[in-house]
């Protein structure tokens, strides 16, 4: 190569250079020569103005801030512009991609799940990416201000699931939630996050056949409840119950946790809107398909029986009583037995002896 051609390469690649970063460094100011302005708004058939105002600073405090604007809004090609389409952030979103956005399967498994399938069947009212996670303002779910962090979820989901928010909000999990018990249930902790399915479907999180395994994730021997003071043999406990065997057995009409708590309003015992309390559960137990005669008495008794627990009264003591029967008499028959022998060795030694 001589040197003419090197200083031709040279400033053409210095051109190409340039041209790169004018072309980056534009679309953003492309953008806001109109976007910048205030009072920017579309005018819908009804007359409702939409404003059009894009503030850079939420857009510069968010995970995207170094993102361009035609990186999301792709479509916009030339100035003036047609209405664009919805932002598909599944864009940089998918496995493998290279500018290091948050991966995995996310995509895949939204597609399934029920709000990506209300999508796909041409529901505008179910939710895409940026309905739950936000436009502009997607921030790092650990700061407080996230749609996605983990107090405000509950909010973002009711924006939407209006009347089950007012539920939960009031019910012991949502409470607890609103104090900064971290380890009580949001939305997602029953019905999972990009995974969610219909109650329908078996394999949904909150099917009648899988919620008693959902709720005993956190009920369960090994659950976070222990650290509040609830005992956590409620799951074993309705596991040995009647209700618990006849649904491992396939029974799907049996009670489950959420036949007797509810499910999005659980509350305590003592709440006289409780579905437990002792006023309401012959209502609960009695209700149309479960047992329709059920008296009071019928419901009065105890429904998380635990024998090895001194609380379970008449039947801790009876319990007790047949396992001293069972080892005394245990012990009986083996020294009876201890004794038998000894007596046949004798005869036996006389027999030859006496002769
Ligand atoms: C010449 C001014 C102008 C420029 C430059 C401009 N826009 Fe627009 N943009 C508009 C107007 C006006 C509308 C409303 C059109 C309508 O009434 O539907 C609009 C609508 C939009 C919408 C749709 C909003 C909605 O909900 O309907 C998006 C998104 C958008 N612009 C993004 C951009 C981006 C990204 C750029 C830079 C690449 C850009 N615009 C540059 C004027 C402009
Ligand atoms: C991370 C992706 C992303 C980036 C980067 C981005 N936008 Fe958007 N923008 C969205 C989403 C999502 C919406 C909501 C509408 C939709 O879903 O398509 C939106 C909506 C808009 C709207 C409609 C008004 C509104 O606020 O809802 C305008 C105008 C707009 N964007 C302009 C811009 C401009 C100008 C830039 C660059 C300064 C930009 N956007 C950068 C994702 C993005
Ligand atoms: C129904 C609401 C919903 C929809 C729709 C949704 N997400 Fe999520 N997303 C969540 C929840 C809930 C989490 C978990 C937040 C947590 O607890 O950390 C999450 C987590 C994430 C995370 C991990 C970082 C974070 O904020 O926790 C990314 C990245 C993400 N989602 C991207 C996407 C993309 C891309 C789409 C579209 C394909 C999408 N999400 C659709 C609710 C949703
Ligand atoms: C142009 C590529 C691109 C597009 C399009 C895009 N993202 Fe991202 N996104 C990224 C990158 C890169 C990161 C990682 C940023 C970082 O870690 O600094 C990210 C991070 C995220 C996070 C992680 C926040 C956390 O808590 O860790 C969420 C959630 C997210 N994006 C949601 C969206 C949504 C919703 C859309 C559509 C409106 C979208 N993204 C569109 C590139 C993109
Ligand atoms: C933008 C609105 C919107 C948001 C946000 C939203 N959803 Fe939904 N959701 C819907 C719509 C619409 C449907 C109905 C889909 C269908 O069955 O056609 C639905 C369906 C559901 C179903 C199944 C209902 C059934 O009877 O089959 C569950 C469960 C659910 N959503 C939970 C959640 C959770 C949890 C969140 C938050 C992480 C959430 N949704 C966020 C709109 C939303
Ligand atoms: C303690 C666990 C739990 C929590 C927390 C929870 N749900 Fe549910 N949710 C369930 C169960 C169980 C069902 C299924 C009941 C059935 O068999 O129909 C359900 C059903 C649903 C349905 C289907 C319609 C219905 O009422 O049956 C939607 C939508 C839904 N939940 C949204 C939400 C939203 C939004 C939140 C947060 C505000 C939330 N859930 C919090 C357990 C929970
Ligand atoms: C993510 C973990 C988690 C899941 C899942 C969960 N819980 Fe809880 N639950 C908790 C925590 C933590 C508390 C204590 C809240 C507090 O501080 O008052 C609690 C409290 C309760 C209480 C009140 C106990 C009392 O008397 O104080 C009942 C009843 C209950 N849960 C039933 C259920 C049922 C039924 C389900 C399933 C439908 C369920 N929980 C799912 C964590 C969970
Ligand atoms: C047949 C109805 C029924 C079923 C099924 C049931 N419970 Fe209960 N649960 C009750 C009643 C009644 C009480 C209050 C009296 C008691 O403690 O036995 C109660 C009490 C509780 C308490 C409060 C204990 C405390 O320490 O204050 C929790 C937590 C609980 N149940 C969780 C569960 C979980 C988790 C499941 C499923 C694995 C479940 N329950 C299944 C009826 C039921």
Known sequence: MNGKHLKQTLILSGLIFILFFCETGWTL?????????????????????????????ILGKSVHSERE?????????????????????????YEGNPVGAPEGQLYDQFEHSVHGMAVMSGNDKAPVCQDCHGNHDVIIHTDSTSKMYWQNIPKTCGSCHIEIYATYKE?????????????????????????????????????QMRISQTCSECHGEKGVVSKYGIKTDRSATFEHSFHGVAQQMGNRTVANCASCHGYHDVRKEDDPKSSINPANIKETCGSADCHPTATAEFASGQIHINPKSEESGILYYISKFFLILTVSTLIGLFIFILMDLFRRAKTARQKRHGK
Do not use: W
């Open 29 to 57: 100011e492309k953008c806001q020569i109109c976007h910048s302005k205030k009072d920017i708004h579309r005018t819908e058939e009804t007359g409702r103005k939409i404003p059009l105002f894009v503030d850079e600073s």
């Open 69 to 93: 604007c035609t990186d999301c809004h792709a479509d916009i090609v030339e100035i003036p512009h047609k209405k664009p389409k919805k932002v598909n952030c599944k864009r940089c979103h």
């Open 171 to 207: 019910s012991v999990h949502g409470v607890a939630v609103a104090n900064g018990v971290k380890d009580s249930p949001v939305c997602s902790g029953c019905h999972g996050e990009h995974n969610i399915r219909s109650p329908k479907e078996d394999d949904s999180r909150v099917s």
